[in-house]
């Protein structure tokens, strides 16, 4: 079992950034892609962006140009930095592994395991 959390949540003023963190416990993401999904009140579950184990990466329309997914060299952390936020990316947001050898993985059902979220709130 992967067991995934996520860091890096908090309040920010619009216009302001955060980084956020998904760790695996116990393990790498070397032979998995992770993705970023985040839920807003109200609404359903939006992919946001992901990276494969190859280092390719993909990015939802709504999120390009100011969102950047990366790893560390040991690809023990996954990061999801959070550029000129504004109050419509108040989310949750949550970071998932997938082992599926072929996407598409912005389909959250090809991700098998999923962190419990960490809330970013955008003010203004």
């Known amino acids: 079992q992967v067991q995934l959390v996520e860091s890096g949540g908090g309040l920010v003023q619009a216009g302001g950034s955060l980084r956020l963190s998904c760790a695996a416990s116990?393990?790498?993401?070397?032979?998995?892609?992770v993705g970023w999904f985040r839920r807003a009140p109200d609404k359903e579950r939006e992919f946001v962006g992901f990276i494969t184990w190859a280092g390719g990466r993909s990015y939802a329309d709504s999120v390009k140009g100011r969102f950047t997914i990366s790893s560390d060299n040991a690809k023990t952390t996954v990061y999801l930095q959070a550029n000129s936020l504004t109050p419509e990316d108040t989310a949750v947001y949550y970071c998932a592994a997938s082992d599926a050898l072929m996407g598409p993985y912005y389909e959250g059902a090809k991700y098998k395991y999923w962190g419990q979220g960490t809330q970013v709130t955008v003010s203004s």
């Open positions: 116990g393990r790498t993401f070397s032979s998995y892609t």
